[in-house]
């Protein structure tokens, strides 16, 4: 624990800090967390990610007391807010989504561009890269075709390659 007026290293409990005799969460020059120096004014910590107030806490501690980001795994001092490493929000009542709707959100599909360049281009005449998009009725077209002779399976190679293809859902695959 640390002063907020002075960044003074403070035991557990004190009423008031004794280099300074101002209260432990009085002032605004410092983390309460880990000491480092803040604006004034500043709402979080961007060392540790606390919150430099006092509203209620998401991530609840385990067993040793420890608190872990939900979206990287991160540990965290305890009352961080936002964490350091991804950035995730840790409050209560916010929005938070998966990493499967944050990509639905985003309009970026989680299936794999290489995975789908290199079907397409391996086993595009048998319409795999189709079959692994989830779009099933074209790839057994595809597949009774040989890929429209071959010519609809390089038109997919081409557009996987360039990162145009989309899922089932009609989202892009981006993400090589």
């Known amino acids: 624990m640390f002063c907020r007026s002075c960044g003074s290293e403070l035991p557990e409990g004190t ?21 480092a120096e803040v604006q004034p004014g500043a709402e979080v910590c961007v060392k540790c990610g606390v919150r430099l107030a006092e509203p209620e806490i998401l991530i609840e501690k385990e067993g040793g007391g420890a608190m872990f980001c939900w979206n990287c795994g991160k540990e965290l001092p305890e009352g961080a807010e936002f ?7 840790l409050l209560k009542g916010e929005v938070r989504l998966a990493r499967s709707e944050a990509a639905e959100v985003s309009g970026v599909s989680e299936k794999s561009r290489l995975a789908v360049t290199l079907l397409a281009w391996f086993l595009g ?4 890269h189709r079959f692994y998009l989830g779009k099933i009725g074209t790839g057994i077209a595809m597949l009774f075709t040989l890929g429209g002779l071959g010519i609809w399976a390089l038109i997919d190679f081409i557009f996987a390659v360039s990162g145009k293809m989309k899922d089932k859902e009609g989202m892009i695959i981006e993400k090589w």
Do not use: D, L, Q, Y
Not at 25 to 35: M, Q
Not at 83 to 89: I, L, V, W
Not at 125 to 128: A, D, N, Q
């Open 125 to 128: 005449e048998f319409g795999v």
């Open 15 to 35: 009423k008031f800090c004794t280099s300074c005799g101002v209260g432990p969460s009085e002032g605004n020059k410092f983390c309460s967390v880990c000491g």
């Open 83 to 89: 964490c350091s490493s991804c950035g995730a929000s």
